[in-house]
């Protein structure tokens, strides 16, 4: 009843519109608010649609049973007070008739899903739109996406403030590689960073299996799970399947041979992209007290893209109608940047949405995730694991190849190219162990062509690295103005927390113990509280960047790249510590193994950098 009272008070994500409500939302909230409520009592209670069994013209009631429906004996008498309503069945069935017959006549709109009805009463409710219309309103999406979807996200602002244009999407893409499930030998215990671990086991490797590209991936599922380290290429290659779709869609502009094959695998008909960042959805449910939910992720798409598109006004129904009606290739992009605290509610909400349209077969659905956070209650039920794998000599130097013919012209970025490949091959093996994802890849172009050269000096070129990974906006709603504005405090706070960790001999750290570790770099002790605070935004935040400090189920490390934890290590020692203080270091750790690389890098540094100088 209380839940009731509140849902038709406005509150737990009711929206009023001009004092009406939609009736499916008032159950929505009866429903998690009753579920929550018994489930902190121990029990199972659920709200059901009451129209739906026939069972009175109210479109929302209680169903006072368990996950199986209780048996009840006719016999027994009712209770003496009016705790329970004789209904009869075909009088429910007939005023529910009649009120949809009522409100089509007045163009009142009633979305019907597979399980549940959307109503909305009001002044102005939604009309429902000719097909003409609806079709040029596609039209109109699409274009828009596709501006979007031909962006690359990292797209190094730095180097065109320096005179250098940065390639789109099409000139610098690289078809990734990723080993499917199928090909992977099963395993069961707990899935990490580091593989699948049994009780007692080795680890099971999926390197061994056949590689697929994303259009053979298609077709062994229509449901993928798209896996891989940081800057691996996840989300560039959604962007890329979304301009792929998009371009089949508007049929205005020719298919590559490789968007050709992708949007064949498909399926016969043309299917409508949508690209949904998951942590603007998480923060969305908790900004407007929405549930995870299908109808919560529904709104969430009309929200977002009204948002984004403001001069379309698409309808609420939008893409509720393409789902249902027509076909769409939805990919939900970043689990892992996701809170952990709320990965189980969005992967929920997902599967909601999956199941929500499961009788239109057309959809497709893709989820990318780091390597790190896909596991556990992460893990997106029915969902076919695909696994990134690193970039081939061969393939990276086609990036290279690609993004300096798009830079400077086919002459002159063949050369260009050709140089900058054999300055990595002539590398140390720890510099070309990085080069072998899109985003470091990409890293080592933008400092070639920042440099003109690529720094033989590991430190050098390490100290560009981060510099980049620090300042370039590759997140939405990242700015490189933001971003720019106190990268230096990020890097020493990163210094700070590497050096603590390599001094005390951790490859990682749970949440709470890093915090414990950091706070004295955010704050005077006579502001702990305060100072704890900040370091664990700080920790969170560059965590969900990534490429440097990562997460892996609340715990925290340098796990992608090592080397970078070293260098970092290696400057706090060069720039941070005293001259007494760096002798009492040296003392204690010259001579380990663990210590070699970072010692080597601060004389690197200290070799390039200011008046220091390494001692002789």
């Known amino acids: 009843?209380?839940?009731?009272?509140?849902?038709?008070?406005?509150?737990?994500?009711?929206?009023?519109?001009?004092?009406y409500i939609s009736a499916f939302n008032l159950y929505e909230h009866v429903y998690e608010a009753v579920k929550t409520a018994a489930k902190k009592l121990g029990e199972t209670q659920e709200a059901v649609l009451t129209v739906l069994e026939n069972v009175g013209p109210f479109p929302v009631a209680l169903y006072p049973g368990v996950k199986e429906r209780g048996k009840f004996d006719e016999h027994e008498p009712l209770p003496s007070t009016p705790a329970v309503q004789i209904v009869d069945q075909k009088q429910s069935q007939f005023f529910y008739n009649q009120i949809i017959q009522n409100?089509?006549?007045?163009?009142?709109?009633?979305?019907?899903?597979?399980?549940t009805f959307h109503q909305y009463f009001g002044v102005n409710p939604p009309m429902v739109k000719q097909?003409?219309?609806?079709?040029?309103?596609?039209?109109?999406?699409?274009?828009?996406?596709m501006v979007d979807y031909r962006t690359l996200k990292f797209r190094g602002l730095g180097a065109r403030e320096r005179g250098i244009e940065a390639p789109g999407l099409e000139h610098a893409f690289i078809t990734i590689r990723m080993a499917a499930e199928a090909e992977a030998k099963q395993a069961t215990g707990?899935?990490?960073?580091?593989?699948?671990?049994?009780?007692?086991?080795?680890?099971?490797?999926?390197?061994?299996?056949?590689?697929?590209?994303?259009?053979?991936?298609?077709?062994?599922?229509?449901?993928?799970?798209?896996?891989?380290?940081?800057?691996?290429?996840?989300?560039?290659?959604?962007?890329?399947?979304?301009l792929a779709a998009a371009k089949q869609s508007l049929g205005t502009e020719a298919l590559s041979d490789e968007q050709a094959a992708f949007v064949q695998a498909l399926g016969e008909q043309p299917l409508t992209p949508l690209v949904l960042p998951l942590r603007t959805f998480s923060q969305y449910c908790r900004e407007h007290q929405q549930h995870f939910t299908a109808a919560g992720m529904l709104r969430f798409i009309h929200y977002y893209l009204n948002e984004k598109y403001p001069t379309l006004k698409l309808p609420e129904d939008f893409f509720a109608e393409l789902l249902k009606e027509r076909g769409c290739l939805v990919m939900f992009d970043g689990v892992d940047e996701v809170d952990p605290d709320e990965r189980a509610n969005v992967r929920?909400?997902?599967?909601?949405?999956?199941?929500?349209?499961?009788?239109?077969?057309?959809?497709?659905?893709?989820?990318?995730?780091?390597?790190?956070?896909?596991?556990?209650?992460?893990?997106?039920?029915?969902?076919?694991?695909?696994?990134?794998?690193?970039?081939?000599?061969?393939?990276?130097?086609?990036?290279?190849?690609?993004?300096?013919?798009?830079?400077?012209?086919?002459?002159?970025?063949?050369?260009?190219?050709?140089?900058?490949?054999?300055?990595?091959?002539?590398?140390?093996?720890?510099?070309?162990?990085?080069?072998?994802?899109?985003?470091?890849?990409?890293i080592f172009a933008l400092v070639y062509y920042d440099q003109r050269d690529l720094p033989r000096q590991r430190a050098e070129l390490y100290e560009h690295a981060v510099r980049i990974l620090l300042t370039e906006p590759y997140k939405e709603n990242e700015t490189a103005e933001q971003l720019k504005k106190d990268w230096e405090v990020r890097r020493q706070q990163l210094e700070y927390i590497a050096y603590q960790m390599h001094?005390?001999?951790?490859?990682?750290l749970l949440e709470d113990d890093l915090v414990d570790l950091a706070w004295p770099n955010f704050g005077p002790p006579?502001?702990?509280?305060?100072?704890?605070?900040?370091?664990?935004?700080?920790?969170?935040?560059?965590?969900?960047?990534?490429?440097?400090?990562?997460?892996?189920?609340?715990?925290?490390?340098?796990?992608?790249?090592?080397t970078f934890r070293e260098f970092l290590v290696g400057r706090y020692l060069a720039e941070e510590l005293l001259p007494d203080e760096q002798e009492e270091v040296l003392g204690r750790v010259l001579g380990k193994d663990t210590w070699r690389e970072a010692v080597r890098l601060a004389a690197g540094y200290l070799a390039i950098n200011g008046d220091k100088r390494p001692d002789a």
């Not at 097909?131 to 996406?145: P, S, T, V």
């Not at 086991?201 to 599922?221: D, F, N, S």
């Not at 900040?534 to 990534?546: M, N, Q, S, Y």
Request: glycine share 12%; charged share 30%; net charge negative.
């Open 1 to 19: 009843t209380q839940a009731l009272v509140d849902g038709l008070s406005g509150k737990g994500g009711v929206a009023s519109r001009q004092g």
């Open 131 to 145: 097909e003409a219309d609806y079709d040029q309103l596609i039209k109109d999406y699409l274009g828009r996406a």
């Open 503 to 508: 001094d005390c001999e951790k490859e990682d």
């Open 103 to 115: 409100f089509y006549a007045h163009n009142q709109y009633v979305a019907m899903g597979n399980q």
């Open 526 to 562: 006579e502001e702990e509280k305060g100072a704890r605070k900040l370091a664990l935004e700080f920790i969170r935040k560059v965590a969900d960047r990534g490429g440097l400090l990562e997460e892996e189920n609340r715990r925290y490390g340098f796990y992608t790249h090592r």
């Open 348 to 442: 929920e909400a997902m599967e909601a949405l999956v199941n929500e349209f499961r009788g239109n077969l057309r959809n497709r659905y893709l989820v990318t995730s780091r390597t790190v956070a896909y596991f556990g209650e992460s893990q997106v039920s029915g969902f076919r694991r695909c696994d990134v794998q690193l970039l081939s000599p061969e393939q990276r130097n086609q990036l290279i190849h690609n993004w300096c013919e798009a830079v400077d012209g086919e002459e002159e970025g063949c050369k260009k190219a050709d140089d900058l490949i054999g300055r990595i091959d002539r590398s140390d093996e720890r510099v070309k162990a990085l080069a072998v994802t899109p985003l470091m890849v990409t």
């Open 190 to 242: 707990k899935v990490g960073r580091r593989g699948v671990k049994g009780e007692g086991e080795a680890l099971e490797m999926r390197a061994g299996a056949e590689t697929v590209e994303l259009a053979q991936a298609v077709k062994l599922a229509p449901k993928l799970a798209i896996i891989g380290g940081a800057g691996s290429g996840k989300s560039t290659l959604l962007q890329w399947a979304g």
